[in-house]
């Protein structure tokens, strides 16, 4: 990008799919501390360098990169980011996405590595950590889940984010869910790990989304869980 100002620091951080978010946290984190006012954030991934051909969970990754200008602003009603959640579980599940041979024995070359999981047991652990994180997350920020517009979780799979949402409702005793409250995307963008947040959110924005609007004042959370693993999630006022 040619920035040649020293102060300008440029880092990335190695999270999984919650990478983007993870640095929009950071970001908020420098800009309440003072030490920087405005920031870029990226969240690119080529997961088509890394997906065995031969291995089925490999239809849904793709390709896909989103950014966002986070700054500074004075209001005297809060807005923004209203408060966030991380968790890690590296401990007990890092495992659970690792890089291995071609499940192809014969493939062409032996050395390259491909990223691998345990589907059945990821779906699992999401449904049972990513709604208590959001949970927690929505009541540090104050906001009841009745009033949050969106819910904008990673695209990794349209079947188990129905039920995150679905156990997330349930945890406020809430069995009759919003219509068109979770946009998805990946019916047609696939799973494209730190992109899919940055651009489903500018997807809604920009109307691209059938059915989908956010207006100023909304409360939105996004929430992500990937490699580590790692779940982050965020609530956000327009």
């Known amino acids: 990008m ?4 020293p102060n300008a620091v440029a880092y990335d951080i190695t999270f999984g799919c919650p990478g983007w978010l993870q640095a929009v946290i950071q970001a908020d984190y420098f800009i309440k501390s003072g030490d920087a006012k405005k920031i870029l954030v990226i969240g690119a991934e080529t997961l088509s360098r890394i997906s065995d051909p031969h291995d089925r969970d490999s239809m849904l990754y793709a390709d896909g990169a989103g950014a966002v ?18 968790r890690s579980d590296t401990f ?5 996405l690792h890089m291995n041979k071609s499940f192809n024995p014969g493939y062409k070359s032996q050395n390259q590595l491909f990223l691998k999981m345990n589907g059945r047991r990821l779906y699992q652990y999401a449904l049972e950590t990513v709604p208590q994180a959001i949970k927690e997350c929505l009541e540090k920020s104050g906001i009841h889940l009745q009033d949050v517009s969106k819910v904008l979780i990673h695209q990794a ?12 409702f349930g945890l406020y005793n809430i069995f009759d869910i919003p219509e068109n409250v979770m946009p998805m995307s990946i019916s047609w963008l696939g799973n494209t790990s730190v992109a899919t947040l940055p651009t489903l959110f500018d997807l809604i924005l920009k109307d691209k989304l059938e059915l989908q609007k956010i207006n100023m004042g909304d409360n939105l959370v996004f929430a ?6 790692n779940i982050n999630a965020l609530v956000y006022r327009m």
């Open 69 to 86: 200008v986070i700054e500074a602003r004075d209001s005297e009603t809060p807005i923004g980011i209203l408060a966030h959640k991380t």
């Open 92 to 96: 007990a599940y890092s495992q659970m």
């Open 224 to 229: 992500s869980v990937g490699a580590g693993m």
């Open 2 to 5: 040619k920035i040649n100002n």
């Open 157 to 168: 799979n349209g079947k188990m984010d129905d039920a995150i949402l679905k156990r997330l």
